[in-house]
């Protein structure tokens, strides 16, 4: 009966996940953190991420623009279009789209990387330098997802933005004072304090996913390619998960 | 089970060859004093009854096996039955069933993690895919089990210790190459090197020349024997490649349904009438 088992695989696999998670708070706790590990993921996952999410949030922003216009137009309300975009960017489209980019790049790297260093014993070889590789290259790795991430949707917001402000330029002329005058002046605290928090969980949930699926990985270089294929689907579902649960806890705290 | 030597104190074939009285001894005219008895060997890995079970799958069923100081001991068998298993076993990274693994007289599947790591920077382990760190140089590599096993070494006996190991492997201009810019052969040599740089007393060998063309795999052979003598090391060898196993073996294990079948010097096992030994010699 192929239903019960696919549904007793997810329970399994959700336990695993689970008690994946459970080791990474143990592991961070230990001694002997690796420092200088993780100063060189932030780098490779932060700043190297960087030219794409910058990319990509430009586009966004100036896209978002020109589609926007014309129903603004029609309402009479083309003065508004700073505002609206700003607020779109910041507290949904830019943290959504960047996590979205991040999972796509970060967990696809993390799951081949982890999974190809596990079918070729690079992870017991670690083991047998002396070094506990769930701390060296788990929580290192999903410490700089959670840390790097933040930052990215921070510049890719900034980068949106820009791409809004040509936008607007390109059927009106608009001052780049004004342009951001509007958009901050209709910025209220729960625009910014929610969409900033959850880029925190979006960063941890690539993380963990990404590790724990090329950590976890068999089946020789076949294992490899599941790994990086369902590290990106999976994380992209969590990131609409925790979209969701956040939207809904801010709207219960009042904060939207 | 068959045994056909059981050495519970083995004799490496330099001690055989060896005189009863050395030649310093006094002679007949001279005073005498009680004759020295040859010491047994010390043993440096004690297995018993080791048992390992994947599943419904028994690997290891009641395997024992001493292997003494300086002693090459090679494990002979068929694909699959557990040979990897058993020196994945002795460094601790699968736990047994049950059985005992004595490495320098502490218990591995007893220890913690930091016992585990204190006996493990005196045992050297070649993986069978070499298992170089593919995003780091031959140095970092080299680096990386010295830096983690002695924290406090400095920077210049670092850097003299990876270019001594990679003189040793003759593989000196490599230093600064990343492992994917090596042939099969120069990796397996910088998994060597990487696996002496903490001068282990111990060194096990998974499948040393497989994947390796034959003049390349005797090459590697010679060198295990090489560094044997010049790290004085005592080694378990996994291995099919006969080449290797003659060139190498102080002792022979024969692992067959999880159990040490049989125990031998290469010659007294070649010539065997046993059909379950003497496959393996043909």
Partial sequence: MPQPTKFRQFLEETGTVARFTGQYFVQ??????????????????GYNSFPLVGLTG???GLVLTM????SLVNYGVESQLPAMVGIAIVREIGPVITALIFAGKIASSMGAELGSMKVTEQIDAMEVS???PFKYLVVTRVA???LMLPVLVILGDGIGLAGAFI???IRSTTSWHLFFRQVLDNFAFGDVLPAFIKTFFFGFAVGIIGCYKGYTSSKGTEGVGKAANSAVVLSSILIFIIDLVVVQVTDVLGLN | MTTIEQHIFPESPTTQDQPLIPEHMPTQDQPLIPEPQPTPKEQVIVIEHLRKRFGSNIVLDDFNLT???????VVLGKSGVGKSVLIKCIIGLLKPDSGSILVFGQNIPGLDHEELDRVRAKVGFLFQSNALYDSMTVRKNLEFPLRRHWISISQEEVDAMVMEV???VGLAHTVDLLPEELSGGMRKRIALARTLILKPDIILYDEPTTGLDPVTGKEISGLIVEMQKKYHTASIIISHDMHCVRLTADKIAVLIDGKCYAEGSFDSLQHSADRNICQFFE
């Fill in chain 1, 167 to 169: 936008g607007v330029n």
């Fill in chain 1, 58 to 60: 430009f586009i966004m």
């Fill in chain 2, 67 to 73: 292997v003494g100081k300086e002693e090459n001991v």
């Fill in chain 2, 166 to 168: 990679l003189d040793n």
């Fill in chain 1, 144 to 146: 700089a997802s959670t």
């Fill in chain 1, 28 to 45: 961070t706790g230990k001694r002997r953190f690796e420092f200088s590990e993780l100063l060189r993921q932030c780098y490779l996952i």
């Fill in chain 1, 130 to 132: 002396g070094t506990n």
């Fill in chain 1, 67 to 70: 589609q926007l216009r014309p």
